[in-house]
């Protein structure tokens, strides 16, 4: 939706320039192709409504979150580790977690342009939503690689992907690791009596 609403602006752009410049020889005007680009860049780069797909190469924040554009996206029905998070594997040795998640979704990635459609999400502003590439849910992937574990509070789509990674032992369950979401639940509570106190 966005492509086609960026084309349609960049061509009224043009041609509202074309028709309000005048056409001097010596002194045209690069105004209307300015606009025509701004027009078509903004269309292009605007925040995903409820149900509006984005499409486009996505840059990995964490091991559940990506940026297309100028939106941020987590992935609906996971929960991965932090960036900062750390684990333990099966030798009892930390790791970093957080950032071997991240990584491993960019290059599953690579250059590939995603596609994601957004869920009904109550995140307070973020865009909650299935993303893919090509037909592979992302999360799903994630999830089967041990990378993340399934979002409690959302439905069970994800459970026994979860239940083959852990009967493997892959990724975060080769060893010892707190749960993504009761960890960031625990930091919201710690900032919350900071504030207090």
Not at 18 to 33: E, K
Not at 54 to 65: C, E, K, Q
Not at 147 to 163: K, Q, S
Not at 190 to 197: F, K, Y
């Amino acid at each position: 939706m966005s492509l086609i609403l960026g084309a349609l602006l960049a061509c009224a752009a043009g041609l509202a320039g074309t028709l309000l410049c005048p056409d001097d020889a010596a002194r045209r005007s690069r105004l209307p192709l300015l606009a025509a680009f701004l027009a078509g860049g903004l269309a292009w780069h605007a925040p995903a409504r409820a149900g509006e797909a984005l499409h486009g190469p996505a840059r990995v924040l964490d091991g559940g979150t990506l940026l297309i554009g100028a939106s941020r996206i987590s992935l609906a029905g996971i929960a991965a580790p932090d960036a900062d998070q750390t684990c333990s594997d099966a030798r009892d040795q930390t790791y970093a977690c957080g950032r071997a998640a991240a990584r491993a979704l960019a290059d599953h990635i690579g250059g590939a342009a995603i596609t994601c459609e957004p869920r009904p999400s109550e995140a307070g502003g973020a865009v909650v939503a299935l993303c893919r590439i090509g037909d592979e849910d992302l999360g799903a992937w994630m999830v089967a690689q041990g990378l993340a574990v399934p979002d409690r509070a959302a439905a069970p789509t994800y459970a026994a992907a979860a239940d083959r990674a852990w009967g493997r032992r892959l990724g975060l369950w080769s060893g010892v690791f707190q749960d993504p979401a009761e960890r960031r639940g625990r930091r919201a509570d710690m900032a919350g009596l900071r504030v207090a106190g």
